[in-house]
């Protein structure tokens, strides 16, 4: 069965410092891959999508970055974090537009 | 931008009531999907109604789709203290396997 790791579940790091997050898919080949922010009690903003290695797709200009450096990988990135980056981070899989999406459990960034 | 928008806002009921929402979205689709999170969790998916369908169930749970009006609506039916949660509906943009998500409803159900 397949299967969606993110970690980690919460983090707080501090204004300027660098941001790697992570997920991985298990179970399953060239999945479309997601990575979605959402703000306290609001809905999901989608911020970057992949239909294959090394194919980003940018919704949000912003200060972070995605990168997809093997199948079933995605890592959300910024060299340096703002205040307004924090949020709950989010990464889902689908096999395609026509199932629906799987999400990881997310992660609590803070920024000090 | 959004896509879907979820009516009402929030809704409090007390066990064993029926838990009704909405969700109107702007632009034609593929399918239309209604995801469940619980508060700080990941989000679930609970049901897909293809544009092609009008009404589709799972269990409790009962949703109906109007491509003329671009409306769907989520029934819970006798709820429970553990359907509290958040519920979202979400789109799909075309043919770009992007799902767009709504506001959500937030469901509370009282014991």
């Known amino acids: 069965s397949q299967t969606i790791h993110q970690w980690p579940a919460t983090l707080v790091q501090p204004v300027g410092s660098p941001l790697s997050l992570e997920c991985t898919v298990e179970?399953?080949?060239?999945?479309?891959l997601y990575w979605y922010r959402q703000a306290a009690g609001r809905g999901l903003q989608l911020l970057f999508y992949?239909?294959?290695?090394?194919?980003i797709s940018s919704e949000v200009p912003q200060n972070l970055s995605a990168s997809r450096p093997q199948d079933r990988q995605f890592i959300l990135s910024s060299k340096k974090l703002l205040l307004s980056d924090s949020s709950f981070y989010l990464c889902?899989?689908?096999?395609?537009?026509?199932?629906?999406?799987?999400f990881g459990s997310g992660t609590r960034l803070t920024v000090v | 931008s959004q896509q879907g928008e979820e009516d009402p806002q929030a809704l409090s009921i007390q066990e064993g009531e029926n838990a009704t929402m909405n969700c109107s979205y702007k632009?034609?689709?593929?399918?239309l999907q209604w995801y469940r999170q619980n508060s700080g969790r990941g989000l679930v998916h609970l049901i897909l109604?293809?544009?092609?369908?009008r009404e589709k169930h799972s269990g409790r749970l009962r949703v109906t789709l109007d491509t003329s009006k671009k409306s769907s609506s989520l029934l819970i039916t006798a709820s429970r203290a553990a359907d509290t949660a958040s519920y979202f509906c979400?789109?799909?943009?075309?043919?770009?396997?992007?799902?767009?998500f709504g506001q959500g409803t937030t469901l509370q159900v009282k014991p």
């Open positions: 632009t034609s689709i593929n399918n």
């Open positions: 109604i293809r544009s092609n369908e």
């Open positions: 979400a789109t799909d943009a075309g043919n770009t396997g992007k799902l767009i």
């Open positions: 889902a899989w689908s096999e395609t537009q026509f199932y629906g999406y799987t």
């Open positions: 992949s239909v294959g290695i090394g194919q």
């Open positions: 179970g399953t080949s060239n999945p479309n």
